[in-house]
């Protein structure tokens, strides 16, 4: 019973460090199911620790890209912002790939609206 309980207790230890190592956004701008009365100036993403940005697109309902200068990250940070084109109408959807300090791949999304 002794090993056993060792036995639970080492593979806790190890799922919950290995839990803490990961980066989630913490923040964006505009935020997860905002919606805005106007097309928002900037686009602003904020994560629990630093992070090298690889891919980022910006997509309205119909899957066409919205290009805004965005560019892989050599440094890593935990704020970023670029400055976004005049937005339509419409419902759109936020994509981040990004790399933690450890090079593990993440992903994140979120949508907002502009009426």
């Known amino acids: ?3 056993l309980i060792k036995t639970i207790m080492v593979v806790i230890m190890t799922f919950s460090v ?7 956004l913490k923040a964006s701008m505009p935020t997860d199911n905002a919606m ?5 100036e900037t686009l602003s993403l904020s994560f629990t ?7 980022l697109s910006l997509k309205n ?3 066409e890209k919205i290009k805004f200068g965005f560019k892989p ?3 890593s940070n935990r704020e970023f912002s670029w400055k976004l084109p005049k937005l339509a109408p419409a419902n759109y959807i936020v994509e981040a790939t990004f790399l933690g ?3 593990h791949k993440m992903k994140e999304s ?3 609206m502009v009426h």
Do not use: C, R, W, Y
């Open 101 to 103: 300090k450890d090079g």
């Open 49 to 55: 620790k630093n992070v090298k940005i690889v891919k």
């Open 73 to 75: 990250t050599k440094e």
């Open 61 to 63: 309902k119909q899957g």
């Open 110 to 112: 979120f949508g907002f």
């Open 1 to 3: 019973m002794n090993t």
């Open 36 to 40: 805005l009365m106007k097309s928002p």
């Open 18 to 24: 290995s839990a803490l190592a990961h980066v989630s």
